[in-house]
C-alpha cells in the first residue's frame, strides 16, 4: 500500500517513552467512509463496538510502522495493530493525531470550535428524536375502539 503524504509521529506511551509511527493521508472514499462512520460509533449507547473496532481497523491501515529504512509496514489487521501498539491509550492517542492529520476541522484549534457546534446542537437533536419515538411509540400503543 502507498502511503499518501506520509508523515512521522511520536506517540507517548503508559509505560513511559514514546513509539514512531507514521501516519498518512486517507484516499478519497476510505476517508469519507472512516469520517461518516468514526464519530457517531465511538458515541457510547448509540454506536456499537463492532462498528467502531471495524473502522478502527479501516483508520489504522493508513498507519504504519518503518520496518527498515524506506519500508513501511501498514497496521491493517487486529494482530498488526495489538503487536506494534503497545496500549490502548497509545492506540487512541494515535486514532486522533491520524483524525486530525486527515480532517482540516480538527487543525488549528477548529476542534474546539466543532465540537462546541455540536454541543449546542445536541439538546435539540436529542429531544426532537426522542419527541418523535414517543410520537411513534403512543399511536402504536393505542387500540382502536369497539364502538
Given at each position: 500500500?502507498?502511503?499518501l ?5 511520536s506517540?507517548?506511551?503508559q509505560?513511559g ?5 507514521i501516519?498518512s493521508?486517507?484516499?478519497a472514499?476510505a476517508?469519507?467512509e ?6 457517531l460509533s465511538a458515541v457510547p449507547?448509540?454506536g456499537?463496538y ?6 478502527m481497523?479501516k483508520?489504522?491501515?493508513?498507519v504504519?510502522?518503518e520496518t527498515?529504512p524506506g519500508?513501511f ?6 494482530a498488526?495493530?495489538d503487536n506494534h ?11 486522533w ?6 480532517c482540516?476541522?480538527f487543525q488549528?484549534?477548529?476542534n474546539?470550535?466543532?465540537f462546541?457546534s455540536i ?9 426532537q ?7 411513534q411509540s403512543s ?5 382502536p375502539?369497539g364502538?
Open positions: 500500500m502507498n502511503l503524504q506520509p508523515k512521522a509521529v506517540i507517548p506511551l509505560a517513552g514514546e513509539k514512531a509511527f501516519i493521508k486517507f484516499p472514499v476517508g469519507r472512516i469520517i461518516a462512520k468514526y464519530p449507547k448509540l456499537d463492532a462498528t467502531s473496532e471495524e473502522i481497523l483508520l489504522m491501515a493508513f504504519a510502522v527498515s519500508d509496514l501498514p497496521l491493517a489487521s487486529r498488526l495493530v501498539v503497545p496500549d490502548y491509550e497509545a492506540l487512541m492517542r494515535l486514532e493525531k491520524t483524525l486530525e492529520y486527515n482540516s476541522f488549528n484549534g477548529m474546539s470550535d466543532f462546541a454541543k449546542a446542537k445536541a439538546p435539540a437533536w436529542i429531544s428524536t426522542l419527541t418523535d419515538l414517543l410520537q399511536q402504536a400503543d393505542k387500540q375502539s364502538s
